[in-house]
């Protein structure tokens, strides 16, 4: 239920929703496909598809610009390869993705949970492309003498607790008497764990990336016990990059992929986990007709065709930079906060 109290401005009495509890929190975090490569150029590709259609529709507006969420305010931390610092933050919209005209999940995921959560949200996003867990993400836990803590860990959580010490200078809905609760974290990571076979040498093998699996477990422990939430929900966003496994038509990458998507997915099923660690498989969302459509010569594409293409603006392990795609997993991700879907 939402809240309203009378008000009375310019001697009206009016009804005006007021903040119902806590500052709802949640924490993005992971490298590249978190920090996010969908060009908006390719959002006209999602109305094509009858079945995303109605998500292109809470994307962008009639008139062709981009909703600016009131409610949903994002901080956004990150740094490019040659160590120049992004720090942005503002009501959430288009941009806050590796550019002014990218998105990650971040956008979809915002819009949708204002449908499930009545609160003013706040999201504090902090990725990195090209980390691993094994090095750069390794948490306290996990850690030995040849493997200290990460770095990147640290700067999660620094990042984090910056926002965390003022977050009213992020969200002007904040209310300190009410405070804040840290509701959930998403993680989208893995490309550079499981492409690394010198860490992982049995990666082919079933078990190969069981070291993936009680990393991330650890890390799971670690951040709830760092920022003190303990009941903090946790989705793990599975890497599934070429789709599901059975259908590829190659079997050279077939075994690692599922494996390794396995081994991401299995803190889920642990015990301890039960009910608020949840997977999220995004090979679910791969585009396979975008794909193939890319792969064709342009001068051999129909006029449809030569639309769909307009669907990728980046590279494979990026998910192709398509809008649709990474419009699928904000939604599914904020799905598996809320454990409900969107009607």
Wanted: hydrophobic share 35%.
């Amino acid at each position: 239920m939402r809240t309203w109290m009378a008000m009375i401005v310019g001697g009206l009495i009016m009804q005006v929703q007021v903040q119902a509890g806590p500052l709802q929190v949640y924490i993005l975090s992971g490298q590249s496909n978190m920090q996010g490569h969908a060009h908006r150029s390719t959002f006209d590709h999602i109305g094509m598809d009858p079945e995303t259609k109605p998500l292109l529709q809470r994307m962008r507006n009639e008139d062709g610009t981009y909703p600016v969420l009131d409610r949903v305010h994002i901080a956004y931390y990150s740094e490019n390869r040659q160590g120049e610092t992004t720090v942005k933050s503002g009501p959430l919209t288009v941009g806050f993705g590796v550019a002014e005209d990218r998105i990650g999940p971040e956008y979809t995921f915002g819009i949708f949970m204002q449908d499930f959560v009545d609160e003013p949200i706040l999201i504090i996003k902090t990725a990195w492309g090209g980390k691993s867990l094994f090095g750069d993400f390794r948490p306290p836990s996990g850690a030995t003498d040849d493997h200290p803590v990460g770095e990147y860990y640290e700067k999660m959580l620094a990042h984090v607790r910056e926002v965390l010490a003022d977050p009213g200078a992020v969200s002007p809905h904040y209310d300190p008497a009410k405070g804040y609760e840290i509701a959930g974290f998403v993680w989208f990571q893995g490309w550079n764990d499981m492409t690394n076979s010198g860490v992982y040498p049995q990666r082919g093998q079933p078990g190969g990336y069981d070291l993936y699996s009680e990393l991330l477990a650890h890390f799971i422990r670690d951040v709830r016990n760092d920022l003190q939430a303990p009941d903090m929900r946790f989705v793990i966003g599975v890497l599934g990059i070429g789709g599901p496994t059975e259908l590829y038509t190659n079997p050279r990458f077939k075994g690692i992929h599922q494996n390794f998507r396995d081994a991401m997915a299995a803190p889920a099923s642990m015990p301890e986990f039960a009910g608020n660690v949840v997977a999220v498989l995004t090979e679910n969302y791969w585009d396979h007709r975008l794909v193939e459509v890319r792969d064709m010569d342009a001068e051999d594409r129909t006029e449809e065709e030569q639309e769909i293409a307009r669907g990728f603006s980046h590279q494979g392990f990026h998910y192709h930079g398509s809008g649709k795609m990474f419009g699928q997993f904000g939604r599914a991700f904020a799905e598996a906060i809320v454990g409900k879907t969107v009607e």
